[in-house]
């Protein structure tokens, strides 16, 4: 089972930032977040990840909380090509781990 | 960042037939992948995991005799669905583990299986 819950879907207008807010209660100190999304009918995009320390990069950025037990993916001026659904994973590195996928938030960009 | 590629993107089939699904790591090489289908609607759910060299390791409920998974090198896993029936009809996604240390997955384009 997936270790994490997202609303089943958000909108958000073009142009404005998208905040998607993910919940991993149960993390472990070992255990990073990774964002994907999938556009329909395609193979899901990696978007960004991080352990505990906030991270930025050309597509996001990632907020997790002090105490680990969430975190917000910012698309910063969404566009119609954002519409995807976005799926917050939990896993730990070198472990052997496997990327467990969970309903997701479907996206909608509103024009 | 690197590159899977997924072939068919598309395939048609009748019912007791059998089809093979190419996934390859175009610029760098995969030791580990993964086998995931998605039924429309759904969330992927994970088939297998494929190591090179060595047989694949299957969920509980995947059916190995049915789903022949076989990664020969590097940059080549294949899912081959034998004897394919309506209720195999989906989308199966390959992947696998990029280079570098912090273990990101890159996925494929998909492959949309029909069986009439």
């Known amino acids: 089972d997936a270790k994490t819950t997202q609303p089943p879907s958000m909108d958000c207008a073009e142009g404005r930032a998208a905040n998607l807010p993910c919940n991993h209660s149960?993390?472990?100190?070992?255990?990073?977040v990774y964002w994907y999304r999938q556009i329909h009918s395609q193979g899901p995009q990696y978007i960004i990840h991080?352990?505990?320390n906030n991270e930025t990069n050309e597509m996001a950025s990632l907020i997790i909380t002090e105490d680990r037990k969430s975190s917000t993916l910012i698309l910063p001026h969404a566009t119609l090509r954002d519409t995807a659904v976005y799926y917050c994973i939990v896993r730990a590195i070198n472990y052997g781990q496997n990327f467990v996928f969970g309903p997701g938030t479907r996206l909608s960009v509103l024009p | 960042g690197a590159v899977v590629s997924q072939h068919p993107s598309r395939v048609i089939c009748k019912s007791g037939t059998s089809v093979k699904i190419e996934c390859r790591s175009l610029d760098f090489q995969a030791t580990t992948m993964f086998w995931y289908r998605q039924f429309p609607k759904q969330s992927l759910m994970l088939m297998a995991t494929s190591n090179e060299g060595s047989k694949a390791t299957y969920e509980q409920g995947v059916e190995k005799d049915k789903f022949l998974i076989n990664h020969a090198s590097l940059t080549l896993s294949t899912l081959t669905v034998t004897s394919a029936h309506p209720e195999d009809s989906s989308f199966y996604i390959c992947?696998?583990?990029?280079?570098?240390?912090?273990?990101?997955?890159?996925f494929g384009s998909g492959t949309q299986l029909s069986v009439l």
């Open positions: 992947s696998a583990l990029g280079p570098g240390r912090d273990e990101k997955l890159f």
């Open positions: 149960t993390i472990s100190g070992n255990e990073y």
């Open positions: 991080g352990l505990k």
